[in-house]
């Protein structure tokens, strides 16, 4: 189960930071993946970080969102900076074995896990 918080309202070139928490005691062999969507539009991949720490972005956030995770905590993060009324979206997270799937994380399916949502609102 995973438990995404940390959303809320902010002014562009605002920073947030998302936190996705994780119930799974083997949480240190998943690859993780941050995904978002905005009204009208398809999901779309921001950020993933696989179980050895390598990380990945989408084009429109490299540079200004940073992934990590705290496997101490069962918990990822998505740290937002210089958002842009661009980034409003819901945000998601997911879990993805890295025991069973090692291919691009940029697409989701390859997460078996999701959890709920949390709204990201960049105000102009």
């Known amino acids: 189960q995973l438990q995404a918080s940390g959303g809320g309202l902010v002014q562009a070139g605002g920073s947030l930071r998302l936190s996705c928490a994780a119930s799974e005691r083997t949480f240190n062999r998943y690859d993780l993946g941050w995904f978002r969507q905005a009204p009208g539009k398809e999901r779309e991949f921001v950020a993933a970080?696989?179980?050895?720490?390598?990380?990945y972005y989408a084009d429109s956030v490299k540079g200004r969102f940073t992934i990590s995770r705290d496997n101490a905590k069962n918990t990822v993060y998505l740290q937002m900076n210089s958002l842009k009324p661009e980034d409003t979206a819901v945000y998601s997270c997911?879990?993805?074995?890295?025991?069973?799937?090692?291919?691009?994380?940029?697409?989701?399916?390859?997460?078996?896990?999701w959890g709920q949502g949390t709204l990201v609102t960049v105000s102009s």
């Open positions: 997911a879990a993805s074995d890295a025991l069973y799937y090692s291919g691009d994380l940029s697409h989701g399916q390859a997460y078996s896990y």
């Open positions: 970080i696989r179980w050895s720490g390598g990380t």
